[in-house]
Nanobody
Framework: VQLQASGGGLVQAGGSLKLSCAASGLTFSSYRMGWFRQAPGKEREFAAAINWSGSSKYYADSVKDRFTISRDNAKNTVYLQMNSLKPEDTAVYYC?????????????????WGRGTQVTVSS
């Protein structure tokens, strides 16, 4: 299984970025997908998640109304559109996949992880 995240970069505060995560080696449409982030010196934290069909989406309070998660099962890809970015959004962003139910918010609920993509927001 491979999860390849891309789309990170350097952006000014107030700007936008769209992250992509391309999955291979798994039946993508069966997996719930999540985005987590980890800032330097901090624990990895939940950002957003989506169920297998895209009908249910979940967000951390810190990103709600600014970030949008979506998926394209035909392309085996999950996206994270990030708008109104703030310096505190600076982190490495990871995508993750989980097959079973349960919490979307806990890192140990996920079966597979990508390598992450760096997002840096300058003030």
């Amino acid at each position: 299984v491979q999860l390849q995240a891309s789309g990170g970069g350097l952006v000014q505060a107030g700007g936008s970025l769209k992250l992509s995560c391309a999955a291979s080696g798994l039946t993508f449409s069966s997996y719930r997908m999540g985005w987590f982030r980890q800032a330097p010196g901090k624990e990895r934290e939940f950002a957003a998640a989506i169920n297998w069909s895209g009908s249910s989406k979940y967000y951390a309070d810190s990103v709600k109304d600014r970030f949008t998660i979506s998926r394209d099962n035909a392309k085996n890809t999950v996206y994270l559109q990030m708008n109104s970015l703030k310096p505190e959004d600076t982190a490495v962003y990871y995508c993750a996949a989980k097959l079973s139910g349960g919490s979307y918010y806990q890192t140990d609920e996920y079966d597979f992880w990508g390598r992450g993509t760096q997002v840096t927001v300058s003030s």
